[in-house]
């Protein structure tokens, strides 16, 4: 504001200063004061200043925080669907609201939008929203006492408070839950109406690298209602203990696949960080899924990070496609990326997959994701 008061000031100084033309009633140097002028602009631009002020003060909270993601994704999927894929372009784009009233706590809302509907944009899981603003969550989290948090929110996942025992830098969508995507990536309820859920969770600190977080959600339609016999529920607990160099957790989940069935799942993550430069962190995952009309199913996974590989970082794994019976022909995906930075707010992940499939040609995809932060 200094600067648009100054700008304000000079050219009303100089045009009273500058020479005024000699007339009868010419006014003389006496009559004249800089000072008195000077301090009367002051006074007007003081009260300009202060009325701007107040508004930018009640226009937007202080204590409200934003933040911006894209990516853009150029990729080509063979034996996706109809064969040979094209070369394909998705993006998606999100925003996400914070706002804390204690200093403590924060209500925060996710909005995101995009327009994936290739091969590409479906492996990595991006959104399909055909170009409309969707609000992904609203969470409000605080803290009770000096260990414990607490979450409540819709459209959110039980497992937001969890920590799982997973360091690795998945490219692909299915090789982020670290092998163990339902028991330690477990979701939200649902019902037939909608896909939103009212979700509450805990954590709890222990302070020595012990941690115990649980949860439950229900569907928030109208139809079902919250936690009835017609809502798709799910529940969940985790037990993990994580330190710099090496982690493990447990997880277990019991979900509604219906309004007579339901599935129970254990999760099994932990990983190791090799001291040494040069050496990578491996994660390992494995699932138990328990369906209440069928046998037990499993599932693998492993993968192995480098951080620092010339300017970037290398990630290779593999997963089990889904958690199958001992008798079920077990299928596996394959991925490796590269990521490394342009700058603070742009990296570039080029990376391959091969994703095997019972009974049809196996898809094989090289993909490169820009991601923007700001």
């Known amino acids: 504001m200094k600067l648009f008061k100054s700008l304000l000031v000079a050219p009303a100084t100089l045009g009273l200063l500058a020479p005024m033309s000699a007339t009868a009633n010419e006014v003389t140097i006496n009559d004249f004061n800089p000072a008195e002028e000077l301090a009367v602009t002051n006074s007007r631009l003081d009260g300009l200043e202060a009325r701007l002020n107040n508004f930018e003060a009640g226009s937007f909270s202080s204590t409200t925080?934003?933040?911006?993601?894209?990516?853009?994704?150029?990729?080509?999927?063979?034996?996706?669907?109809?064969?040979?894929e094209a070369v394909s372009f998705d993006y998606q784009y999100g925003m996400t609201l914070s706002t804390s009233f204690t200093g403590e706590d924060s209500l925060d809302l996710v909005i995101e939008t995009g327009n994936a509907n290739s091969a590409s944009g479906t492996i990595l899981d991006m959104n399909g929203m055909s170009d409309k603003m969707?609000?992904?969550?609203?969470?409000?989290?605080?803290?009770?006492?000096?260990?414990?948090?607490?979450?409540?929110?819709?459209s959110t996942?039980?497992?937001?408070?969890?920590?799982?025992?997973?360091t690795y830098s998945a490219f692909t969508d299915l090789l982020g839950n670290c092998g163990s995507g339902t028991a330690a990536g477990l979701g939200g309820g649902t019902d037939a109406s909608s896909a939103s859920s009212a979700t509450f969770a805990a954590a709890y600190d222990f302070g020595n690298g012990f941690t115990f977080a649980g949860g439950l959600s229900g569907a928030g339609g109208a139809t079902a209602g919250l936690f009835t016999k017609e809502s798709y529920?799910?529940?969940?607990?985790?037990?993990?203990?994580?330190?710099?160099?090496?982690?493990?957790?447990?997880?277990?989940?019991?979900?509604d696949t219906s309004p007579t069935a339901e599935?129970?799942?254990?999760g099994l993550n932990a990983f190791y960080s090799f001291d040494g430069e040069g050496l990578p962190s491996i994660s390992v995952g494995f699932e138990s899924e328990d369906p209440s009309a069928s046998e037990t199913k499993e599932g693998y996974f492993v993968g192995l990070s480098w951080d620092e590989v010339g300017p970037g970082s290398f990630s290779?794994?593999?997963?089990?496609?889904a958690n199958f019976l001992d008798t079920d022909t077990e299928t596996y995906q394959y991925e490796a990326a590269y990521s490394y930075p342009i700058n603070d707010g742009m990296t570039i992940t080029p990376g391959v997959f091969?994703?095997?499939?019972?009974?049809?040609?196996?898809?094989?995809?090289?993909?490169?994701?820009?991601?923007?932060?700001?």
């Open 134 to 154: 969707n609000l992904d969550g609203i969470t409000y989290t605080f803290p009770l006492g000096d260990k414990t948090t607490v979450m409540v929110g819709d």
């Open 157 to 166: 996942d039980v497992s937001a408070l969890y920590s799982t025992a997973c």
């Open 354 to 374: 091969i994703k095997e499939v019972d009974g049809a040609d196996d898809q094989t995809g090289v993909i490169v994701k820009t991601s923007f932060s700001f």
């Open 316 to 321: 290779v794994g593999m997963s089990s496609t």
């Open 65 to 84: 925080s934003a933040s911006f993601g894209a990516d853009f994704v150029i990729g080509a999927v063979d034996g996706a669907g109809t064969g040979k």
């Open 233 to 255: 529920d799910v529940y969940g607990v985790q037990a993990a203990y994580n330190t710099d160099s090496y982690g493990v957790s447990l997880s277990y989940a019991l979900t």
């Open 263 to 266: 599935s129970s799942f254990w």
